[in-house]
């Protein structure tokens, strides 16, 4: 899933890395709000409560707010300097190593909050990390996936799903060839399964973290490196043969 980029990539590898990458991203959202009161992936969210605690005075939650736009930002300009760097090198992995660096950092911070973080702690450096790891996530696949996937918010999902619809709505009165309605199919079917994994990953992050809050991280970095090492080894593996 996380080897080949855009124009290389089959429909199938779409529909799975970016139904994986939504269930988790879906989960890490709903529990950063529960634990801090904050959406890591949902930056229009942010962005609304920086400009509503400004005008109210608020100065504290202002802050907050806009560092974890600036946060989520950073880790999308981050990830893709080291995606680039990593293509200029010929590093076949960039993407798995890019997905196992989120994980590494998740399992840090769950580790953090079991031995060394305080509430207020906490409070303040988890959803800013979150954040940065949710940038650096959606910029892996929008990048890996020619822009066809995005897994850290559906607003961009929800706006091709209702398209593509449109679309296939005015095929029955505006006949098409078979292979462009067998795409618009697909594309439907893509949209419709990542924003369904974006709201079990949601709910499924809720009842997670409310049973095993001190967990949670670590399980969720676990996951996201059983995606990556599989695209970690078969990389190593060429790598060696052809050495």
């Known amino acids: 899933m996380l ?6 990539r089959t429909f199938l590898q779409d529909r ?3 139904s994986s990458l939504a269930l988790v991203a879906g989960a890490l959202n709903s529990a950063g709000f529960l634990s801090v009161g904050y959406y890591c992936a949902n930056m229009t969210g942010n962005i609304s409560m920086l400009a509503s605690a400004s005008l109210q005075g608020k100065v504290d939650v202002a802050l907050m707010a806009g560092s974890v736009v600036l946060c989520f930002w950073f880790g999308a300009l981050l990830c893709t300097l080291l ?3 990593g293509r200029h090198k010929g590093l076949g992995a960039v993407y798995a190593y890019s997905i196992l660096l989120e994980a590494f950092i998740l399992v840090l911070l769950g580790l953090a909050q079991l031995f060394w ?3 207020a702690g906490q409070v303040m450096v988890a959803p800013l990390v979150l954040a940065f790891l949710m940038g650096m996530q959606n910029a892996t696949v929008t990048r890996i996936s020619g822009a066809v996937v995005r897994t850290t918010h559906v607003t961009g999902m929800i706006t091709d799903l209702g398209i593509e619809m449109a679309d296939w709505l005015t ?3 505006q006949p098409q ?3 462009k309605h067998q795409k618009m199919q697909k594309r439907l079917w893509l949209h419709s399964q990542i924003i369904v994994c974006f709201i079990f990953g949601s ?3 809720v009842y997670i973290y409310t049973a095993w809050p001190e967990y949670f991280l670590l399980g969720a970095g676990g996951v996201l490196a059983c995606l990556a ?3 970690v080894f078969i990389n190593m593996c060429k790598s060696s043969s052809k050495n």
């Open 203 to 205: 709910a499924l992050g």
């Open 16 to 18: 799975q890395l970016g």
């Open 171 to 173: 095929s029955f009165s």
């Open 117 to 119: 973080f305080s509430p």
């Open 229 to 231: 090492l599989p695209g």
């Open 83 to 85: 995606v680039n760097r």
């Open 177 to 179: 060839d078979a292979e």
């Open 3 to 8: 080897l080949r980029e855009s124009g290389k």
